[in-house]
């Protein structure tokens, strides 16, 4: 080896170790890439188990307003054959970049006095549009950190509501009717898109995550958090959180 190679080595071996001590900690973080060059991303999948016997679904008392029907649920903690859906699943921070938020809304409808969905992830500026199905009206009370953030009555055949949101990453806003009181919804906010809500079946699906070691975290409106580490590799990761 010549000298000139020798001293070339020690120079890139010496700015590997620069590099390695000096980058903040959000680098280490989705920096895999294949050997094309390409970033090497993943699908993180996985389950929301409930244990134990399901808290029994109470009937709300509707008659103040026929048009809502019966049969609504005051709990909301659904469980199907063992599997807990509503469940907002999320990277808790730090991929690698900052993430624009889409500007097509969240839509949330208000259908037989129930907002639907329950639970509904956001990117922190996104669009969030209410809208009315029901033959009555509603008048959205919606709340970040517990202040006000709008409150409009929604009278029936009205337009939806847009609002984008002004929250912070890992804040939820919660929307209340005024005129139903059991009526909720709830939107935690990120400032990346990697977030998805459990279904009925307990199931959630996280693509295109940048390769990585991650903390994963699990909310639910009303049985609160959890938390996992995962590595996302070019095969995915899978992950099963358990409540309560
Ligand atoms: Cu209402």
Redesign the pocket.
């Known amino acids: 080896m010549s000298k000139s190679l020798i001293l070339a080595s020690c120079l890139l071996a010496a700015g590997g170790l620069t590099l390695a001590s000096t980058a903040p900690a959000s680098l280490a973080w989705g920096q895999g890439r294949a050997k094309s060059g390409a970033k090497v991303t993943g699908t993180i999948t996985g389950t929301i188990k409930f244990s134990g016997k399901a808290p029994v679904r109470k009937m709300v008392d509707t008659s103040s307003d026929p048009v809502c029907g019966s049969g609504q649920e005051a709990d909301k903690v659904v469980v199907t054959k063992g599997k807990l859906r509503d469940v907002h699943v999320r990277i808790k921070s730090g991929t690698a970049g900052t993430h624009k938020a889409p500007n097509a809304s969240i839509v949330i409808d208000?259908v037989g006095?129930v907002y639907q969905p329950h639970v509904v992830g956001a990117m922190v500026g996104q669009p969030v549009a209410v809208r009315n199905s029901d033959k009555?009206?509603?008048?959205v009370h919606a709340y970040i950190a517990n202040e006000t953030w709008f409150n409009r009555s929604q009278p029936a055949g009205a337009p939806a509501i847009v609002e984008r949101d002004t929250g912070v990453a890992g804040e939820v806003f919660e929307l209340k009717?005024n005129?139903?009181p059991w009526?909720d919804s709830y939107v935690p906010l990120t400032d990346h898109p990697y977030f998805d809500v459990s279904d009925s079946k307990g199931s959630f699906s996280i693509k295109n995550v940048p390769a990585g070691t991650y903390t994963l975290e699990a909310w639910h409106p009303k049985l609160g958090l959890k938390s996992s580490r995962v590595t996302v590799g070019r095969k995915g990761a899978k992950v099963t959180f358990r409540y309560p």
């Open positions: 208000q006095c009555t009206m509603h008048n009717c005129v139903h009526m």
